[in-house]
């Protein structure tokens, strides 16, 4: 039956079309006309990180960063009882970064490398009935848990830095892409589904290594061929989402009562990247360096992943959630030929290119509140990815331990604070992914950080 809402129920709904549906984050609301709304959401995150390297003539001394990790404006419309639209801008501020399992990628200079706002979302939606929505525009890849959790839910300081899309080096590529995505659910909500035809590969992709200040073009794609997604969830126990919520959060805090949900996934596009490239010489016209292809032979592109989440209220207060993921990312082994700078490190190598790993999360939410409303819940995560290829090492395994302690202020998450620490380690000893260490020759097993953050949701 097709869903009729009243003036307050449009608003419940824009609060749902975000990337969860939980405690309302409401921002102002203006209406317009007899059915319409617009809601404005404001939501930043603050990181200060504190490294074992990365700094000194040898750059192995200790150094620490503070940067503002997102900062978004969130436009969310609804021009009557079905139909909407999102519009969501994204910036922050640094001049070095974190990026996983790679150390840093520091400039050359203190300058502000990602200050620039830009769009991240953006895509009319409908509203067409319980088993049916849509997105139309670009919005969320819906291939992985992780990537549909919400970034501002996540249960660790962030979300695994190895579960995205290999296409591109910004979110708008490799966690999102434009596309239609429709989602659904049956059996009162306990079945969902999403299925998304999107872009996929365009063009070639530019890589920028801050170590040597240099940027590397890939190879182009094959063919311009679209990329087919696949999503299925169930949820054993009280039903994880609502009919219009898009996506996860990677804790609820024990506010969606017992969950225990089962979900599986795939992805495809045919022709994705070239299997047989090499380096070469810098263009004449562009002045960047890019690879060649030797022969017209392709490797497709196939994704398959499979995650379940578990989250349970105890009377006493405390909340268990515990979760886990496996991604397998595969081009046929075309790493071992495609040996092209920026085809190494993006699609077919890199940290989202062929991989294949899981990651186990735990969380509890402590029986008891700190003043009137505050709640803490400490975690801890495991991380082991095997990857195609990692800053000049093929075959390289990464394995990522963290411990940590989350604060809810007003016991939700509009206002939190988080600290981590956690551990790379690497299989093969390598350069990190810092100017010094790639000049001086300087090899590592891994690195140390502990991370400070804060999230604000307004």
Not at 68 to 88: E, S, Y
Not at 260 to 269: P, Q, R
Request: proline residues 3%; negative net charge; contains cysteine.
């Amino acid at each position: 039956m097709k869903k009729r809402f009243s003036k307050a129920a449009i608003g419940a709904c824009i609060l749902g079309l975000g990337l969860q549906m939980g405690a309302a984050h409401a921002g102002p609301m203006i209406e317009f006309g007899d059915d319409g709304y617009l809601q404005i959401d404001v939501k930043f995150q603050g990181i200060a990180e504190h490294t074992d390297f990365g700094s000194g003539v040898a750059g192995d001394e200790n150094r620490t960063d503070m940067n503002l990790r997102r900062a978004r404006f969130v436009f969310t419309g609804m021009m009557n009882d079905t139909w909407g639209a999102k519009f969501q801008t994204c910036g922050g501020t640094s001049a070095s970064n974190n990026f996983g399992a790679g150390g840093y990628g520091l400039s050359l200079s203190n300058a502000k490398l990602n200050s620039n706002i830009r769009l991240v979302d953006g895509y009319l939606f409908g509203l067409i009935d319980d088993t049916f929505n849509i997105k139309l525009g670009l919005n969320k890849i819906p291939l992985t848990r992780a990537n549909l959790d919400a970034c501002f839910s996540p249960l660790a300081t962030e979300r695994s830095a190895f579960v995205y899309s290999p296409y591109g080096t910004d979110a708008t590529k490799n966690s999102r892409d434009m596309g239609l995505t429709a989602t659904g659910n049956f059996f009162n909500d306990h079945i969902k589904y999403w299925g998304a035809i999107m872009e996929g590969r365009e063009g070639s992709t530019e890589f920028y290594n801050s170590m040597n200040n240099m940027t590397f073009i890939s190879t182009p794609e094959p063919e311009s061929n679209l990329t087919y997604i696949a999503r299925l969830h169930y949820s054993f126990l009280d039903p994880e989402n609502s009919p219009t919520a898009m996506g996860y959060k990677g804790t609820y805090l024990g506010k969606k009562g017992r969950i225990l949900t089962l979900g599986v996934g795939a992805a495809y596009e045919a022709d994705a990247v070239y299997r047989n490239t090499t380096p070469a010489g810098m263009t004449p016209t562009t002045g960047l360096l890019t690879g060649v292809v030797l022969d017209d032979e392709t490797a497709d592109y196939t994704a398959l992943t499979a995650d379940i989440f578990f989250e349970y209220p105890f009377d006493n207060g405390g909340v268990v959630t515990a979760t886990a993921l496996y991604l397998d990312v595969d081009f046929d082994d075309a790493y071992l030929t495609a040996t092209a700078v920026a085809d190494q490190n993006t699609m077919v190598g890199g940290m989202l290119g062929q991989r294949e790993g899981y990651y186990v999360k735990a969380g509890y939410v402590l029986p008891f509140t700190v003043g009137d409303t505050g709640l803490i819940q400490p975690f801890a995560r495991y991380e082991e990815w095997d990857l195609a290829s990692l800053m000049g090492i093929q075959d390289q395994t990464v394995t990522q331990t963290g411990v940590g302690v989350n604060y809810y202020v007003n016991g939700n998450d509009k206002l939190r604070f988080s600290l981590e620490y956690f551990k790379t380690e690497y299989d093969t000893d390598t350069k990190l992914g810092d100017y010094l260490s790639q000049t001086t020759g300087t090899t590592y097993d891994g690195y140390d950080t502990i991370t400070a953050m804060f999230m604000v949701q307004l």
